[in-house]
C-alpha cells in the first residue's frame, strides 16, 4: 500500500494514529536528505503533536507519515541512576539504526501513543549503540542504557512496522494504565 510521505507545509500538530493504521505496519522509507529543510519542519511537527499529548517520544509514522524520523527525550525523572544512561534534550534523529550490545535484556513496563490507555512489560536490550543525524546535519553516535535504551528502541521499532506487544514474552502483562496503577496503590 502507497503513503503519502509528504511533510505538511506548517508546523502545527497533527492527531497520533493508532494501533490498526497502515503506516504503524509499514516499514519507514529512508529520508535522502536529512538537512532538508522540510525534514527541520517535520522535526517541529513532531514536536508540537508530542507536547499536545505528552510523553517522551513520537516516531514520524504515529503522525501518518512514513519515514525514518524520531523525536524523543530522556527526562531526569526517568533515568535509571546508570552510568550509561544520561538525560537527553528532545533529539530529532533521522535514519537511525540501533546496534544492541551485549546479552543484558531488561524488562520494563512500557506505554504507546498509538495504544492509547495501555501498557506492558517488555524486554530489550539493556545497553545500545545507536546512530543517526540530526535536521541540522549533525552526526549522532552515542552508547547508551537504562531508560535512554528503551525509549530510542521504543521510537525505533515505529520505523520498522512493531508495536511494544509485539516484543513482549507475555501479553498477560498487558493492561490498561488504570488498572496497573489501582493494583500499585493497592499494596
Known amino acids: 500500500m502507497p503513503f503519502d510521505f509528504s511533510i505538511p507545509d506548517t508546523d502545527a500538530a497533527l492527531p497520533i494514529v493508532t494501533a490498526g493504521h ?21 522535526g ?3 514536536a ?3 507536547a499536545a499529548v505528552g510523553g517522551v517520544g513520537l516516531a514520524a509514522p ?7 524520523v524520531v523525536l524523543f527525550e ?14 537527553q534534550a528532545p533529539l530529532v534523529l533521522v535514519n537511525p539504526v540501533i546496534t544492541p550490545l551485549g546479552p543484558e535484556i ?9 495504544l492509547p490507555g495501555l501498557c506492558g512489560r517488555v524486554p530489550r536490550p539493556q545497553r545500545i549503540r545507536y546512530t543517526g543525524v540530526t535536521p541540522a546535519g549533525e552526526a549522532i553516535d552515542r552508547t547508551v542504557g537504562g531508560f535512554h535504551a528503551r525509549v530510542v528502541q521504543h521510537e525505533c521499532d515505529h520505523l520498522d512496522g512493531t508495536l511494544y506487544p509485539q516484543r513482549m514474552a507475555d501479553l498477560g502483562s ?14
Not at 503522525?63 to 525514518?68: H, K, Q, V
Open 44 to 46: 517541529r511537527i513532531l
Open 74 to 87: 530522556v527526562p531526569a525523572r526517568r533515568l535509571t541512576g546508570a552510568a550509561d544512561d544520561p538525560e
Open 106 to 114: 531488561a524488562e520494563d513496563w512500557e506505554g504507546c501513543l498509538s
Open 174 to 187: 498487558l493492561m490498561y494504565v488504570a488498572n496497573r496503577l489501582s493494583a500499585a496503590t493497592a499494596k
Open 62 to 68: 504515529q503522525i501518518g507519515i512514513g519515514l525514518r
Open 22 to 42: 497502515p503506516v504503524l505496519r509499514a516499514i519507514a522509507a529512508p529520508v535522502a536528505d536529512p538537512t532538508d529543510p522540510a525534514v527541520a519542519r517535520l
Open 48 to 50: 508540537n503533536s508530542l
